[in-house]
């Protein structure tokens, strides 16, 4: 199928958290690594990933002319961006995007900033496993360690089989009516770490897509020196 054809696809990046395990300054997303911010890497491959007609950020509160600013310049034209204030929390950031998409999107993706070298390869999977028919799609990798279950004295109580158990990244692709849904219903699904718990939770069945090594997430400052090796002459060039 030719992706670009379609250009149904809108990307969500929450951006609006301060990510305090990266550090003091300013928040995460707009931390700088080979002379751009986190979130200008990541709204760049978004761009290059065929299908996508619409990206909008949630920006930290007051923020969203200067983050709107930074980002100028990245998309081609054939690609829409929207910045829009984000909230105090991940849930509510993603939910003031979403209220942002124009109504011509059937396909909702979100991705986080954090993730900033995610390929347009991994968006587009993402997006044609929706497009295909999955109501709620995740891309996965294997876990290679082992996992331990342990209880608040800090003693082992099991050791789950690691062959059954993935290690999530984003994008994390949405039937838009699905993820509205969540989002509608929000606290009442209880408290979550992504979308897809979220959805889960609806009863709605999550496919599972592979993930890319390079999506990794950027949350502590040795992850900076990590980010500037995946940095290549593209990230910045048009």
Known sequence: MND???NDVAVLVPAAGLGTRLGPGVPKALREVGGASLLAHAVRRIGRARGVGCVVVAAPVGQSEGVASNLQG??????????VDGGATRQESVAAALAAVPPDYSIVLVHDAARSFAPPELIERVAR?????????????PVIDTIKQVDADGYVTATPDRSGLRAVQTPQGF?????EQAHR??????EVTDDAAMVERLGVRVFCVPGS???????????LATAEQLCDPESLAG
Do not use: F, N, Q, Y
């Open 4 to 6: 670009r054809a379609t």
């Open 74 to 83: 990245l998309l081609s034209a054939a690609v829409s961006l929207r910045v």
């Open 129 to 141: 496993a929706v497009r295909d028919g999955a109501d709620a799609v995740i891309p996965v990798l």
């Open 175 to 179: 039937r838009r009516a699905v993820l």
């Open 185 to 190: 219903l929000g606290p009442a699904l209880g």
């Open 213 to 223: 090594e390079a999506a990794l997430k950027i949350t502590r400052p040795a992850d």
